[in-house]
């Protein structure tokens, strides 16, 4: 079955860095997209960045541009979102999300909270 689990969120200052890992397993990586959602306090989930299968391309929210970046490594099974110059506002809880055949999937999520 699949499965997505997220690691790496934790406390950190604003302007701190973090890098989030998510292991992926139950599908055929290498063959989809992947994303990056959030879910601030009170807030609804969003897209945060995706990335193609072969990394051929990315996209990003506005409010991250500049600032995080998806990477993936279909050998490992495995996406990143680095995440640098983090601002308050960035203080949620990070998913990684996979679409696969007309599924959605969600890992369990984890928790960056950016706090002096």
């Known amino acids: 079955q699949v499965q997505l689990v997220e690691s790496g969120g934790g406390l950190v200052q604003p302007g701190g860095s973090l890098r989030l890992t998510c292991a992926a397993s139950g599908f055929i990586f290498r063959g989809y997209t992947m994303s990056w959602f959030r879910q601030g306090p009170g807030k609804e989930r969003e897209l945060v960045a995706r990335i193609a299968p072969t990394s051929s391309s990315t996209n990003y929210a506005d409010s991250v541009k500049g600032r995080f970046t998806i990477s993936r490594d279909n050998a490992k099974n495995t996406v990143y979102l680095q995440m640098n110059s983090l601002k308050l506002e960035d203080t949620a809880v990070y998913y990684c999300?996979?679409?696969?055949?007309?599924?959605?999937?969600w890992g369990q999520g984890t928790q960056v909270t950016v706090s002096s």
């Open positions: 999300y996979v679409r696969s055949l007309g599924v959605d999937y």
